[in-house]
């Protein structure tokens, strides 16, 4: 008999866009061994957290929820496993210290977990599959039936070459491996046909996709997606800045679908912190990027990443990224105060600043770009902005009379805009006038 006849999975997934597209194959690895999916877990006979390990707060997190969901184990039998980065960071301990979890598989398991519950299940041994001994099998294209989004991910490479001083992705994603184009092409070609509007090209730096293996580059991947019929937009994050290239500076002039949008993780200000991180660019490389790329494509917006108090950043390295910041004006940022990562070379520096100087610096940072973000948004107060509708707002109907969507505009804004009650606009890319601009979000009308 099926093992999976009659069983109902839940996953929850921690951290970012690559494991949300990791935690999408599992689904569909289980459903395709007939297996349910269920928002619940109380409901669930197996529960999967695909973790992420990138911030001690995500470590944190992941075994909190573990802790929590031990007590279902009280009323019923059910399996709960671990999958994803502190899976693989932590292997057998994180079973020695929760020994009521059933199996632990790391970030290259993914399309063995079925295998790897069964096995868990039908033994008294407790499946560690961790390590990049087995290489990560090409993803399975997604059947019909599979929920498919406006907005959908596709993970073109895995793991990382750079080994920045402060990160722990080469470690528990392994080195940089790119996919193969065609197989690339036939997902979002399927994904497409069952009705994605938006692609977003994952990989920890796209840039420097295929060079390793030899086969295309980046802007050539990006060129053949720009072909697919139907397909409204192309997106990509991360890029490294060291890599990015003229070639993909032009591709925002050469490909109507690729969105003006970029995100480009500076990290910090100063060159002497850029060095000690490993991020191999000076400051200076890095504005001469961005002033081509806004050459290139005048409306483009630009994102970025900052580690705060990152170890023996001075007042003075801090100030240079507040320079920074004024000095580029970004569309916005993520920032965070810098965490010590095991395996990661940093753990090793001396860190002379204080967590509360940290965090001081970190809201400091935090308020001087919230006002950018807003000028940015008031800035386009008036103009027509072209948005993928992505569904109903929040508030939903309004005022009896007309219905409020969400979506985003092609720079990577947020948008509700109202249309009236009969009018569908989900997946089409829609004309909206902005009435006015909040600190997160744009308001406009169709
Ligand atoms: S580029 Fe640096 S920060 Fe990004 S994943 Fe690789 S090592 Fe980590």
Known sequence: MNYYKNKRLYIDTLGCQMNVYDSDKIRQSFEECGCEITDSASEADIIILNTCSIREKACQKAFSFLGRVKKLKRNKKVAIGVCGCLAEQEGRKIIERMPY??????????????????????????????GFDNPIEEPLLRSPKSKVDISEFVTIMRGCDNFCSYCVVPYVRGREISRKPESIINEIKMLVANGASEITLLGQNVNSYGKKNGTITFAKLIELVNEIEGLKRIRFTTSHPKDLGDDLIEAFKKFDKLCPHIHLPVQSGSDAVLKRMNRQYKIKDYIEKIEKLRKSVSNISITS????????????????????????????????????????????????????????????????????????????????????????????????????????????????FITSKDYEPIGKIVNVKIEKAFSHSLWGIL
């Open 101 to 130: 979890l059933d199996f632990v598989a790391g970030v290259n398991a993914i399309y063995r977990m079925p295998e790897i519950v069964k096995k868990a299940a039908e033994t008294k041994y407790r499946p560690v599959d961790t």
């Open 305 to 416: 990443d900052f580690i705060v108090g990152f170890c023996q950043e001075t007042e003075e390295d801090f100030n240079m990224t507040l320079d920074l910041i004024k000095n580029i004006e970004f569309d916005g940022i993520f920032a965070f105060v810098y965490s010590p990562r095991p395996n990661a070379a940093s753990r090793k520096f001396k860190d002379m600043t204080s967590e509360k100087e940290k965090k001081e610096r970190l809201y400091r940072l935090l308020k001087l770009q919230e006002y950018y973000t807003k000028k940015k948004n008031k800035d386009i107060v008036g103009t027509i902005q072209k948005t993928l509708a992505e569904g109903l707002s929040k508030r939903g109907l309004f005022k009896n009379e007309k219905k409020e969507w969400t979506g985003r505009t092609d720079t990577n804004k947020i948008v509700n």
